[in-house]
């Protein structure tokens, strides 16, 4: 595909204006798909093609910019949901949790909800964000309900599983803070899944405050009430 420069912008605006790839639009394409595949937004796409919608019309030439936020933790999350096609309007939640121990990751977890726990699509959550003891810290892993676009096994109440997304931060978080990396990481992983994968904001939680009196995760030391501010 050829790389273009957009026209038409003088001076400043030119010099910070986006290169970007030509696209035919193919049947099955969507403005948020084609966002994901070719690492953008879709106020990026529209902006470079002058859309004031989300319609786009097969055999229609589109500019592509090519340049996402910058992630430093996200790459493989960002690699992942490109390969696949997201629900976005099965998701309506986003859920934080704590795992309550200091040790473990996504293959550790997986084991334990499938063998222990038996849940029969494995690990719980969506997401798993490393503290730097199993995984690294602020590693974000991605877990196959996230893969498969499968309800989550993180709450009780069925509603919040069935369209809520799961992110667990590895620690306890009654005796301790997260890691700043890990915050970073969970901020990270806040914006790119409402501003860019599902476009659209999601009712946000701690497990605790939907699963009321049942739990104390995601622990007293996360800070979930900056959380709500920034995310209500």
């Not at 204006?17 to 035919?24: P, S």
Request: with cysteine; hydrophobic share 35%; proline share 3%.
């Amino acid at each position: 595909m050829a790389i273009v420069m957009a026209a038409g912008l003088p001076g400043l605006a030119m010099a910070n204006q986006l290169a970007g790839r030509k696209y035919l639009v193919k049947p099955g394409d969507t403005l948020s798909h084609l966002a994901l595949r070719f690492q953008t937004t879709v106020k990026g796409i529209q902006n470079a093609n002058d859309l004031t919608g989300d319609l786009i019309r097969i055999g229609q030439t589109l500019i592509i910019p090519t340049r996402l936020p910058k992630f430093k933790h996200l790459a493989k999350v960002v690699d992942k949901t490109q390969s696949i096609v997201v629900e976005d309007k099965k998701w309506k939640w986003i859920v934080a949790h704590h795992s309550g121990i200091e040790e473990g990751n996504a293959r550790v977890y997986e084991y334990y909800h499938k063998e222990v726990k038996r849940l029969r699509d494995g690990l719980a959550y969506h997401f798993v964000i490393g503290s730097g003891k199993d995984s690294g810290d602020g590693e974000v892993e991605v877990g196959s309900r996230w893969t498969y676009q499968q309800r989550g096994g993180h709450v009780q109440k069925t509603e919040v599983n069935d369209h809520g997304i799961g992110i667990c931060l590895v620690g306890n978080f009654q005796n301790r803070k997260p890691t700043a990396k890990q915050m970073e990481a969970f901020h990270e992983l806040m914006d790119f899944l409402q501003n860019i994968v599902l476009e659209k904001k999601c009712a946000f939680a701690g497990h605790k405050e939907i699963d009321l009196n049942h739990t104390v995760c995601p622990g007293r030391q996360f800070p979930l009430q900056t959380l709500h501010a920034k995310y209500d």
